[in-house]
């Protein structure tokens, strides 16, 4: 059973530092992985994509890969408020097309 | 925007009544998902589609059924509802490089 891992929270950050989100996954041979934030009542929307082992910046926005240790991270930058939401760690299975999701983290900035 | 709706966005039902779900997309996309999402468990996939008249289960596809007659509607079935499928259900397409993009989602209640 392929699985996706991540610390459920809730996670709480001062306003204006760094956030850091943690994802582990089993499959060593995933290829793809997704970073998508949720805020309460609506649907996942994505944030950023990452391929290849190293960093991927985005405004605010950093994914980190790591393949040999198997973990994805998300860093914010410069928390805001309308950060805080449940961030979903997406990796891509076997099958062509299909994602394993995580559970999310709920993160909470704190004004 | 990627184009998807979802219909009805709320429903309450009844144990034991049929209910049926439909996700449309504007883009012709060839993947096609339904996810429910509850609290603790994250998105699980119910069912998902890679063509016309082509589906596949998921790991959560015991007491629902999908259908795609065309592009650009994928229709989840509860044949008969039950209490433990009151959840939020999603429905998703698949874009570029296995990227998924969500519609606004259903909140069913099985009374």
């Known amino acids: 059973q392929k699985e996706v891992e991540q610390n459920s929270g809730p996670l709480s950050v001062p306003e204006g530092a760094i956030a850091s989100l943690n994802c582990t996954y089993s499959d060593r041979g995933s290829q793809s992985f997704f970073w998508y934030r949720q805020y309460s009542g609506k649907s996942p929307e994505l944030i950023m994509s990452i391929y290849s082992n190293g960093d991927k910046e985005d405004g605010r926005f950093t994914a980190q890969l790591n393949k040999a240790s198997q973990y994805v991270s998300l860093l914010i930058r410069d928390s805001q408020p309308s950060d805080s939401a449940t961030y979903l760690c997406?990796?891509?299975?076997?099958?062509?097309?299909?994602?394993?999701w995580g559970a999310g983290t709920k993160l909470i900035i704190k004004p | 925007d990627a184009g998807i709706t979802q219909s009805p966005r709320h429903k309450v039902t009844e144990t034991g009544t049929p209910v049926t779900l439909r996700c449309h997309q504007t883009?012709?996309?060839?993947?096609m998902y339904w996810y429910r999402q509850d609290p603790g468990h994250g998105l699980r996939l119910i069912h998902y589609s890679y063509g016309v008249k082509d589906t596949d289960k998921g790991e959560v596809s015991d007491g629902y059924s999908v259908s795609r007659s065309k592009t650009e509607d994928f229709l989840l079935t509860l044949e008969s509802a039950t209490s433990s499928q009151t959840s939020v259900y999603f429905c998703a397409i698949s874009v570029a490089s296995d990227t998924q993009y969500f519609g606004p989602g259903t909140r069913l209640t099985v009374l």
């Open positions: 883009e012709n996309h060839r993947y």
């Open positions: 997406a990796v891509k299975g076997d099958s062509n097309y299909q994602l394993i």
